[in-house]
């Protein structure tokens, strides 16, 4: 089991900057792929951005590219989501997650996680 606890949501006015991070435990961390997703209310779980095992290779959905930036520390056992230029269709719960992987292809579907953390909300106010 790996447990994911994310932190650093809040309310933010557009244009403004949040960094959100995902404290992993349980597991040995750097066998773990992770992902951002986010799910705004009325609407499906999305993907946001995602890191393989060693920080080779990152990926991000066309919304946030540009301007959000996933990172890891394996030695922290932590997985961040430094966020700028905040927007207000922006605004959702933002989870962490992680699966077992050490390909170099970072995966966007939900499904494909096994983990997941509780949740942490993020207020972008126009």
């Known amino acids: 089991q790996v447990q994911l606890v994310e932190s650093g949501g809040g309310l933010m006015q557009a244009g403004g900057s949040l960094r959100l991070s995902c404290a992993a435990s349980g597991r040995t961390f750097s066998n773990y792929a992770m992902g951002w997703f986010r799910q705004a209310p009325g609407k499906e779980r999305e993907f946001v951005a995602g890191i393989t095992w060693n920080s080779g290779t990152t990926y991000y959905a066309d919304s946030v590219k540009g301007r959000f930036t996933i990172s890891r520390d394996n030695a922290k056992n932590t997985v961040y989501l430094q966020m700028n230029s905040l927007k207000p269709e922006d605004t959702a719960v933002y989870y962490c997650?992680?699966?077992?992987?050490?390909?170099?292809?970072?995966?966007?579907?939900?499904?494909?996680?096994?983990?997941w953390g509780q949740g942490t909300q993020v207020t972008v106010s126009s």
């Open positions: 997650a992680a699966r077992f992987s050490l390909s170099r292809v970072v995966v966007t579907t939900h499904r494909e996680y096994a983990y």
